[in-house]
């Protein structure tokens, strides 16, 4: 059912993110932009320890940065 969800475990690479994917319970890389990732180092850096859920392409491993909270 949400096999294409992730949570967010870290940055890897100013292009890469290593996420938990909810639906298969493994880690995987996914690639974003720059800017991207650049923001959710800095929520990732932010102390009030909020989970972050991205979506990406099962294909492609791309995250999809069209969603907004």
Not at 3 to 28: C, F, M, P, Q, W
Not at 45 to 54: L, Y
Request: hydrophobic share 40%.
């Amino acid at each position: 059912m949400f096999s294409n969800l992730g949570i967010v475990r870290e940055a890897i690479s100013d292009t890469e993110l290593k996420v938990l994917s909810i639906g298969e319970g493994k880690e995987i890389i996914v690639q974003a932009s720059k800017d991207y990732v650049s923001s959710i180092k800095a929520e990732l850096n932010d102390e009030d320890g909020e989970t972050i859920v991205v979506e990406y392409d099962l294909k492609t491993k791309i995250v999809n940065e069209n969603i907004v909270d």
